[in-house]
Each structure stands twice: as structure tokens, then as C-alpha cells.
């Protein structure tokens, strides 16, 4: 495996290196200082108007670059590492069409608030809006989904843009920020001077919270009798999973945990009931719908959480809302007790003060709940069943694998019978709904994570979506294992026209796919199939077994839903469990 | 929850695309502009909008905080809470043979108003108030002929305290 080693810690003869105030390109300015702010990979597909940045990158051996096959499988890539390792993840296009490309990676990651510094070439300054070749306005095009972005102007200019960047992008409610620079701008010399400080003057996101807020959500808790927190990717993202458990531990209070959020605390802690919302579990929904004391920790209560939002909660008579963006709290739900900060910090401060809310019978309720209606499917000794795929892979690599997942009903079936155990082992596309993240999103977390293992499980359409990046495990040896839930049709969309559209199934069946073992050999790309269970357990266990990439194909039935299913327009407390049938 | 019209000040860094940000965020998020201004601030470097809007509290409040979230703003302050001074210019180019121009005259005395430009069958009158008040000297200006209307939006500040 060609993985290079985390630099996290710059030795201090590169950095002397890279610190020289020599006279060098904009390429070359750009590339020490993308390694000065620590990056160790970064994901990307030259092109015309950044061939001075990708000759800077040539025999430049401190700098470590993976080519991908197209440059939304490089974003999704440096979206999975930027997710699986909680670093800025990087990535390079060059203008027009590379720039364009990246947009759908830019707003999945804008969506569920990953750090990631996007780096695009721009025709030469003088071009630029004029419709040159290869010319797009892309900082104009993005600007929605950034959360800024910016045109360089001047080589001089090039440090301090880069570091407020990487800033930018990693503090505060984190998110993308894109750096277009025009051709002639990476071409100019200038003495290098590296920028250290930053002062932005509008940009200081609030981090320490207000102590009396918080003084409120412990009195409310201590007078609450059926407390219920919702923990979103904002736990995840402020590694706030330690004070998390600690602060469930005191308070007692059952969690349940948003797509982001799972891992943030683990699946499988007794106050743990699962993910809330469109396909959560009955004891997720059920308890949010009885709750007296609802705090939302990190979760912005999204319309696939809370579905139809009037009678959301409807019992709650105090809502925390902890979040370190102020614009997310009244923004869907408006909460008693808003509290602003990073996460973090705030759990660190309630865990000085948290005492256990006082009912136990509420816990019993919840316990009750859970054996009365846990997750539940009906396994087949002759089909093989896709969530029986998905508790195999959890039994077998027993909840420590980071999981990558396309999107649609393989994700769903995820999010439900993988138990995480650790922060930052889902890697999902949760706001978007990115079809084509499952599998480049993983590439990145290996390349993040060279001594864990990765899955990619992905659905047969999402897997088609960004299917050339085969190429890239194979020539790099990085060894993703891919997961195929192939049921040869698009199953989310099957599963809507079939209960909410009357069956009338338009445009879903994806029989004619290509042979997928085939297509992963012809990539040099080890490929196994499975149609029963006892297949899927050899084939899986010689896949594990296998040190490089592999793609498994495991084919099974049409026509599974998923379930608990809320469908729009109802209450979370309104789920379809699948036994109507 | 009633809609209300608010007028707000946004002190912004003077970069490329800063009205596009402002813009954009108001137009994506479908919240109201009858008018913006921009124009420079007090300080080097920094411009001021003033943006009059509508909406109910719950609106405002997420058009302040999400406001906050660009990068290049520095400080909202939403002036209709407290007394404020209001202005817009109008030019207003309205048909005026000479029999007609005593009338059009007195009505431009009547708001202080001024004819910046005289021309054969049309006078150029330069209004300048609150934008009720240049509404209402469009309105007593029309039946004479508007040819062309052009306003320049409100600008506006906090009035000094005592």
C-alpha cells in the first residue's frame, strides 16, 4: 500500500525548507503553504489553467497528490478524509469544467458543515470575463454554497488568502471555502513570506457559551420527567463525544442520535434509542413525540428529523437548542433555552454542574419501547436480505470500521443496523443526499486512515455514479473494501412509488447494470459475488481477508423496504412499520 | 405574525462580489428587498448598505443572523428600532409645456422639492425626503405626464442621542 505517511507534525527540516523567503512562483507559494497548514494529501485532475500548479507538484517529493479519475470523485475523496479524520480536506481542479465538476461536492459538504480548502485555476487575470476558454465564474457559482470564497488577486496576496482559508474552513460551524486563482497569478514570482496570524474582522464565531444559558438547561433538566436529547453532526464535528457520554452518563437521559450524529455516541450504550425522523427507530420518534425537555445538541433540526415540524415534540415544554451557528437556532424550531457555542465547550461546562434527571419510569418506558419494537426485518433462507448484509459486515468488524455510504436505501439500512461505536466512522452524505459520495468519499477516509479499515457500501445506481475511481484503489493499492447492494433497482425511488405513488414505478429499474465483478476486474480490482447468505458470509470473510481493494457484489431482493418509514406531510410519531403489507 | 418594513444597515468590506454575496443571500433565502443602497462608510475600505426589507420577527432575526454569517460583513443594525433618519432622491422628468409649469411649480415648492433641469416640454424635478414623501409627490406629479422615474432607494441613520 502506497499510502504516505501523516505528516501531521512538519519535521523541522522541512519546515526550515519551506519557510525560506526565497523568490519562487504563485504554484510553488501555494503548494508550502498548503503543507505549512499540515496537509498530507491532497485530491485533484490538472488541467490547463493550473499546469504551473501541477508543474510545482513535479519531483516535489514533500507533497503528496492522488489523481482521480474526475474531479467530483477528488472532492468526495477530500470530503471523506476531511469527515474520517476531522482535518481540512483539500482538493484541486483547474478552471471551466474542473471548477463545475466540483460543485456538487462543494454542496455536499457546505450541507453537512465539512471543512474543506477547494482549490481552482482561472484563465489569466486579464481573461477573466470575457468568456475565454475554459472560463467560468466559479466563485459566482458557488457562492450559495460556500461558506466563502475567494479570487485572488495578487501573488502577494496568496498566503494570507490560503491560511485565512484554511481558518475559515475549520473553526466556527465549519464548511467549504473556495480559492480561485487565475493562471497568471500561479505563475508570478514573489519573495515567499508566510503568513501566521489571522484577523478577520467579520468572522469570530462565538465558542464559549453563555454560562447562564446553561445554568437554565441544568434547572430544566432537574425539573424534567421525560428528558430526550438529540445529538447531531455538531457533537461529531467539535469532538465532543467524550464530554457527551459523560454528560448522558449524569444527566441519565436517553439519546438519540441524527444520521451526522451517529458514533458521536455510541450505538448501543443503554440511553442510546437509535436515529430519529423519516426512517428512525419507534423508540427515537416515540420518545422526541413524548418528551418534556427536548435539547438538541449539534443538530439543526432538519426536515428528515422532524418531518412534519408542526407537532413535532408536542409534548415538550422546554427546548434546548445548542448549536455553535446563532442562524440555526429559531431557524425551524424555536427553542426556551438557545444556547450558542462549540459544542464542546458547552457539555464541558453543564458536565461541572449535571445531576441525574430525576424519573426512572421514563427509562423504563424507553427500555420497554425498545424490546417491544426493535429494528426487525423478515430474513430469507432462499433471497438474501440487504440489512442481513449490513449486520454482517457490523458482526464482523464488530462496529469499528469507518463506513462510507452512497445514498438511498443501502444508507438508511446502515444508519439502522451498523452500530458505531466511534465518532467519525460514518461518512454519509446526509444534506445533500449526494448520490456518487459512497465510494470516493471512502478513497479519502483510507487515504486519511491507512491502518483502519474501510468499507464503502453503496447502492447499484450511486455506485455507477462515480464508478472510474476503481481505478484509482487499484493503481494505488488503497484497499477499500466496496460493497455493492445490488438489487438491480433504484430502491429509494422504487420504495416511494410504491407506497406513496400507487406503484406506478417510473424510471427505477437498473437491470442491464454492467457485471460489477467484471467491471472492478477490468480495473484490476478483485471482484466476488454473493445471491444467498452463506455465499455472502464466505465472500465477505475472503474479502476482509484480502489485503488490496475489493469490490463484492451481493445481489439481493427487489423488493425490500425500509422501515420505519414517516412519510411526508406526517408526524414522526406516524411511522409505517412494515407489517401492513 | 405581521410583516413589517425594517430598514437595515449592513457595514460591509469593500470586495469584488460583496452585493452579490448580500443579494444572493436575500434572494436564495426568500427574503424581500424594496430598495438597497450602497455607497462608502465612514471608514477606508468598508461600505455601507442599507436595505429595506419586510418580514415578521422570526424573519428578521434569521435575516440579521444569517447576514452575520457572510464573512465580509462586519455589523448589522436594524435602524427601525430605533429613530431614525430616513432619505431618498428622486429625479423625475415630467412633461411641462409652458402653460402647465406654474402648477408643476408650486408642487415642488410645496416639497421642498427643486427643477434641476429645464428643457422645451419637460422639466427634470429633484425631490429629496423620506420615501413616503417622494411616493407622494410622484403621485400629484403623474397627471401631468411622468416621462421617466428614477429613485435611488433609501439610505438612512440612527439619530444622535442627547
Redesign the interface.
Known amino acids: 500500500m502506497s499510502i504516505p505517511s501523516p505528516a501531521n507534525v512538519l519535521k523541522e527540516e522541512l519546515k526550515t525548507k519551506l519557510l525560506k523567503p526565497d523568490v519562487v512562483s504563485g504554484s510553488e507559494i501555494l503548494l508550502r503553504c498548503l503543507l505549512l497548514e499540515g496537509v498530507e494529501c491532497v485530491f485533484g485532475y490538472p488541467g490547463g489553467a493550473v499546469l504551473y500548479i501541477y508543474d510545482a507538484m513535479h519531483g516535489n517529493a514533500d507533497f503528496h497528490h492522488l489523481l482521480t479519475r474526475h474531479e467530483q470523485g477528488a472532492i468526495h475523496a477530500a470530503d471523506g478524509y476531511a469527515r474520517s479524520t476531522g482535518k481540512v480536506g483539500v482538493c484541486i481542479a483547474t478552471s471551466g469544467p474542473g471548477a463545475t465538476n466540483l460543485v456538487t461536492g462543494i454542496a455536499t459538504a457546505y450541507m453537512d458543515s465539512i471543512p474543506l480548502v477547494v482549490i481552482t485555476g482561472n484563465v489569466v487575470s486579464p481573461l477573466i470575463g470575457t468568456d475565454a476558454f475554459q472560463e467560468v465564474d466559479i ?2 457559482i458557488t ?2 454554497v460556500t ?3 475567494y ?1 485572488v488577486r495578487s501573488v502577494e496576496e496568496l498566503p494570507r488568502v490560503i491560511h485565512e482559508a484554511f481558518h ?1 474552513a475549520g473553526t466556527g460551524r465549519k464548511g467549504p471555502v473556495l480559492i480561485d486563482i487565475p493562471k497568471d497569478i500561479s505563475a508570478k514570482r514573489a519573495e515567499f513570506r508566510p503568513v501566521h496570524e489571522v484577523s ?4 469570530n464565531p462565538t465558542t464559549d457559551p453563555n454560562k447562564l444559558q446553561v445554568d437554565k438547561m441544568i434547572r430544566a433538566i432537574r425539573e424534567a420527567e421525560q428528558p430526550v436529547i438529540i445529538a447531531g453532526g455538531g457533537v461529531v464535528s467539535a469532538d465532543a463525544s467524550a464530554e457527551l457520554i459523560e454528560f448522558v452518563e449524569k444527566t441519565r437521559i436517553p439519546v438519540a442520535t441524527t444520521l451526522l450524529g451517529l458514533g458521536g455516541f455510541p450505538s448501543g450504550h443503554e440511553l442510546w434509542m437509535g436515529m430519529p425522523g423519516n426512517h428512525g427507530t419507534y423508540t427515537a420518534n416515540m420518545a422526541i413525540q413524548n418528551a418534556d425537555l427536548l435539547i438538541s445538541i449539534g443538530a439543526r433540526f432538519d426536515d428528515r428529523v422532524t418531518m412534519e415540524l408542526k407537532g413535532f415534540a408536542p409534548k415538550a415544554k422546554k427546548i434546548v437548542h445548542i448549536d455553535i ?3 440555526e437556532i ?2 425551524n424550531v ?1 427553542p426556551d433555552i438557545p444556547v450558542v457555542g462549540h459544542v464542546k465547550n458547552v457539555l464541558a461546562y453543564a458536565n461541572t454542574k449535571a445531576t441525574a434527571a430525576p424519573d426512572s419510569a421514563w427509562l423504563e418506558r424507553i427500555e420497554q419501547m425498545k424490546r417491544d419494537y426493535p429494528l426487525r426485518y423478515k430474513d430469507s433462507e432462499t433471497e438474501l436480505k440487504p440489512q442481513f448484509v449490513i449486520e454482517m459486515i457490523n458482526e464482523t468488524t464488530k462496529g469499528e470500521a469507518i463506513i462510507t455510504t452512497d445514498v438511498g436505501q443501502h444508507q438508511m439500512w446502515v444508519a439502522q443496523y451498523y452500530k458505531f461505536r466511534r465518532p467519525r466512522s460514518i461518512v454519509t452524505s446526509g444534506g445533500l443526499g449526494t448520490m456518487g459520495f459512497g465510494f470516493p468519499s471512502a478513497i479519502g477516509a483510507q487515504m486519511g486512515n491507512p491502518d483502519k479499515l474501510v468499507v464503502s457500501i453503496n447502492g447499484d445506481g450511486g455506485i455507477q455514479m462515480c464508478s472510474q475511481e476503481l481505478a484509482v484503489c487499484a493503481i494505488n493499492d488503497i484497499p477499500v473494501k466496496i460493497v455493492v447492494i445490488n438489487n438491480q433497482v433504484l430502491g429509494m425511488v422504487r420504495q416511494w412509488q410504491e407506497i406513496i405513488y400507487d406503484q406506478r414505478y417510473s424510471h427505477i429499474d437498473l437491470s442491464g447494470s454492467p457485471d460489477f465483478v467484471k467491471l472492478a476486474e477490468a480495473y484490476g480490482v478483485k471482484g466476488l459475488r454473493a445471491t444467498n447468505k452463506e455465499e455472502a458470509r464466505r465472500v465477505w470473510q475472503e474479502a476482509l481477508d484480502t489485503p488490496g481493494p475489493v469490490l463484492i457484489d451481493f445481489r439481493v431482493c427487489k423488493h425490500e423496504n425500509v422501515y420505519p418509514m414517516v412519510t411526508q406531510g406526517n408526524t414522526i410519531d406516524k411511522m409505517l412499520m412494515g407489517d401492513e403489507e | 405574525m405581521i410583516d413589517s418594513r425594517h430598514t437595515i444597515s449592513v457595514l ?2 469593500n470586495q ?2 460583496v452585493l ?2 448580500v443579494a ?1 443571500l436575500f434572494g ?1 433565502r426568500g427574503y424581500n428587498i424594496d430598495s438597497i443602497t450602497v455607497g462608502a462608510s465612514e471608514e477606508a475600505g468598508l461600505s455601507r448598505m442599507i436595505i429595506v426589507t419586510s418580514g415578521d420577527d ?1 424573519t428578521m ?2 435575516i440579521e ?2 447576514l ?7 455589523k448589522v443594525i436594524d435602524l427601525s428600532s430605533n429613530p431614525n433618519v430616513e432619505r431618498e432622491v428622486a429625479l423625475i422628468k415630467v412633461t411641462a409645456e409652458p402653460s402647465a409649469r406654474p402648477e408643476i411649480l408650486g408642487v415642488v415648492e410645496t416639497f421642498r422639492a427643486s427643477v434641476v433641469d429645464i428643457g422645451p416640454s419637460a422639466l427634470i424635478v429633484q425631490a429629496v425626503g423620506s420615501a413616503d414623501k417622494i411616493d407622494a409627490i410622484v403621485e400629484l406629479l403623474r397627471p401631468y405626464g411622468i416621462r421617466e422615474l428614477s429613485r435611488t432607494g433609501v439610505t438612512a441613520m440612527i439619530r444622535s442621542l442627547k
Open positions: 466563485t459566482g457562492m450559495p461558506k466563502h470564497s479570487l475559515i478577520i474582522r467579520g468572522y451557528d446563532p442562524a429559531g431557524k424555536k | 460591509v468590506n469584488p462580489g452579490q454575496r444572493g436564495r422570526a432575526e434569521q443572523k444569517q452575520y454569517k457572510l464573512i465580509d460583513v462586519i
